[in-house]
C-alpha cells in the first residue's frame, strides 16, 4: 500500500511538471463580469494528456470571435437595428475576451471518441470545475481532437428536463481528416471554415434554428454524422443550412435573409436572435435560449 501512495505522489508531481499551465497573462477564473452576467463566456480547455499551444495568450481565440462577430455584425445591419448587432461575449474591462484557461482531467481519447456527442461530455467536464453560470452560455475551444466533427453544440430547446443546454464547442484541430484546419480553416484573419462552424455551433446554444421557424429542417435519416436531430435550415446558403455535418458551412453566406426563420422575424412566439439577451443591443424583453422554440 505505501508503495502504491509512493507512486501516486510522484505520479501527480510528474504530471504537474509536464503539464505547467501557469503562463504570464493566462486567467484559470471567469474573471468579474462587466456586464450583465448574461454573455457567452470563452474558454480554451484542454483534455488531461493534451499540449497546450497557448491560443488564449497569442490572440488566436480573441481573433476568431472578431471574426466571427464581425460576420454577425454585417449580417445584422440594416435590419432591427441600422448598424447592426453584435453577439454579447464576456468581455474585460478593457473590452478584451474574458478567455478562461481550463485543463480537464479527462484524456483526448475519453472525450474524441465522442464525436459529435463529445460537447455532452465536455458541459458537465467543465461544470465540475465551476463553470456552469446559470446566466451564461459557454463556447470552447478543446484544444484535442475529435472522431468525427470540427465543431458541435448541444442544442437548448431538445434538451430533456434537467439536463444543462448550455455549450457549444469547436475541436482544434479536431477530427483526422478534414479537420477545422484543412480545407481554408484553422485560426486566420478571415471568415473561413473554422469560423463559420464556431458560429453556426454558437448560434445553436443561443436557440437556433428554432422548431417553430416556417423552414426548419429535421433529419430524416438516422446514424448519419449531422447535427442529428434538429436546429438547422432547409435554405442553402444559410449559416444554419446543414445536410450533413462536414457539409454545413460550404457556401454559407446568409442568416435567415428572409427574416422568416430565426432572426428579426413577426412570429411573436417563436424564439428570434436578434431579441435574445446574448446579443448587442439587447431588447428591453430579452429572451433566452430555451424561449418558445416549438
Ligand atoms: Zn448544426
Known amino acids: ?23 504570464p497573462g493566462r ?15 470563452v474558454m480554451y480547455v484542454l483534455p488531461k494528456d493534451g499540449v497546450d499551444k497557448g491560443y488564449d495568450l497569442d490572440s488566436k481565440i480573441s481573433m476568431l470571435m472578431y471574426q466571427i462577430d464581425k460576420w454577425f455584425n454585417s449580417k445584422t445591419k440594416d435590419r432591427l437595428f441600422t448598424d447592426g ?21 479527462i484524456n483526448d ?29 459557454y463556447f470552447i475551444i478543446y484544444g484535442g481532437s475529435n472522431r468525427d466533427v470540427c465543431a458541435s453544440s448541444q442544442l437548448p ?9 448550455n455549450t457549444a464547442a469547436l475541436y482544434y484541430p479536431g477530427k483526422r481528416s478534414g479537420s477545422c484546419i484543412e480545407n481554408n480553416g484553422g485560426f486566420k484573419p478571415e471568415f473561413n471554415e473554422t469560423a463559420k462552424a464556431a458560429l453556426h455551433e454558437i448560434l445553436h446554444v443561443l436557440g437556433a434554428v428554432p422548431q417553430c421557424a416556417e423552414d426548419h429542417l429535421v433529419f430524416k435519416d438516422e446514424g448519419t454524422i449531422n447535427d442529428g436531430i434538429g436546429g438547422h435550415l432547409s435554405i442553402p446558403g ?27 422575424h413577426n412570429n411573436e412566439n417563436c424564439l428570434d436572435i436578434a431579441k435574445s439577451r446574448y446579443v448587442l443591443p439587447t431588447v428591453s424583453n430579452p429572451q433566452l435560449p430555451t424561449f418558445s422554440s416549438k
Request: glycine residues 4%; without cysteine; negative net charge.
Open 27 to 41: 486567467n484559470f477564473a471567469d474573471l468579474p463580469d462587466v456586464d450583465d452576467g448574461y454573455n457567452i463566456h
Open 109 to 137: 481519447d475519453e472525450i474524441s471518441k465522442h464525436g459529435i456527442q463529445a460537447v455532452n461530455v465536455l458541459q458537465p467536464a467543465i461544470s465540475r470545475f465551476g463553470f456552469n453560470d446559470p446566466k451564461k452560455v
Open 238 to 264: 444559410d449559416i444554419m443550412y446543414s445536410v450533413q455535418s462536414n457539409k454545413t458551412y460550404d457556401k454559407a453566406k446568409h442568416l435567415d435573409f428572409k427574416s422568416s426563420n430565426y432572426y428579426n
Open 85 to 105: 448587432q453584435n453577439l454579447k461575449f464576456d468581455r474585460k474591462d478593457d473590452n478584451k475576451i474574458d478567455i478562461t484557461f481550463l485543463r480537464l482531467d
Open 157 to 165: 430547446s431538445y434538451a430533456t428536463e434537467g439536463v444543462t443546454a
Open 1 to 23: 500500500m505505501r508503495i502504491f501512495i509512493s507512486y501516486t505522489i510522484i505520479s501527480f508531481f510528474l504530471a504537474s511538471a509536464v503539464f505547467s499551465d501557469e503562463k
